[in-house]
């Protein structure tokens, strides 16, 4: 197993940025794909992104295209989201999640943290 620990969400004003991070502790963390998710108040958790194994690989969501980063250090069995240009309707509790699978399409993730939360301001 793998346990995920997230960190770095807050308060920022719209067109603000914030660097979350995902501390993974047990298993390789190298020989997991990772993914970041979000929720809003009052609606379904919704993907963000995902990074391959080696983090060679991105795949984002067209909401946060070009406006989020996701990234990994495999030797700090770390992974990280960048966001930039934040808008309000980003608002949400940020989750990252871990899994086996090679796909990093999926949607299937078999581990998750506990969230942070992230609120962007008007």
């Known amino acids: 197993q793998v346990q995920l620990v997230e960190s770095g969400g807050g308060l920022v004003q719209a067109g603000g940025s914030l660097r979350l991070s995902c501390a993974a502790s047990g298993r390789t963390f190298s020989r997991y794909r990772m993914g970041w998710f979000r929720q809003a108040p009052g609606k379904e958790r919704e993907f963000v992104a995902a990074?391959?194994?080696?983090?060679?690989?991105?795949y984002y969501a067209d909401s946060v295209k070009g406006r989020f980063t996701i990234s990994r250090d495999n030797a700090k069995s770390a992974g990280y989201l960048q966001m930039n240009m934040l808008k309000p309707e980003d608002t949400a509790v940020y989750y990252c999640a871990a899994d086996a699978g090679l796909e990093i399409v999926a949607r299937q993730y078999a581990y998750w943290g506990q969230g942070t939360q992230v609120t962007v301001s008007s």
């Open positions: 990074i391959s194994r080696s983090g060679g690989s991105t």
